[in-house]
């Protein structure tokens, strides 16, 4: 039986609150997509990336940017390129598009790499 971590990334003494916009949508009655944005409070680690962190993205040349590192005991959607837009991170006033995402919930956390976006 996996060892559930979620107790470390939901401690006061590590974890913070942030939010997460996520949009969501359906087809209205004649067929026009409807976009419903909607605001999550979460609690987790945050922290900026490290250079494993960064690894993990498996791109190739350098990347520019400011990225951070989210744990989290809830889910952090990633765009599929298809139906599911990434989530946005607010975190000290400023936006971060989620670009990675891992289940690891047989643990009890998800990680998420965030890129800092408009």
């Given amino acids: 039986m996996p060892v559930n971590v979620a107790v470390a990334v939901t401690d006061p003494r590590l974890a913070q609150s942030f939010q997460v916009e996520r949009q969501t949508g359906f087809f ?24 494993d962190d960064m690894a993990e993205l498996e791109m190739e040349g350098q990347r ?37 995402s891992k289940n690891w919930s047989d643990y009890g956390y998800w990680k998420a790499i965030g890129e800092a976006s408009g």
């Fill in 28 to 51: 209205d009655d004649d067929g026009v997509y409807i976009v419903n944005t909607v605001t999550l409070q979460r609690t987790g680690v945050l922290h900026p990336a490290t250079m």
């Fill in 64 to 100: 520019a940017g400011n990225f951070i590192a989210v744990y989290s005991d809830q889910d952090l959607w990633m765009a599929d390129g298809e139906s599911i837009t990434s989530d946005l991170i607010l975190w000290f006033g400023n936006k971060y598009k989620v670009i990675k």
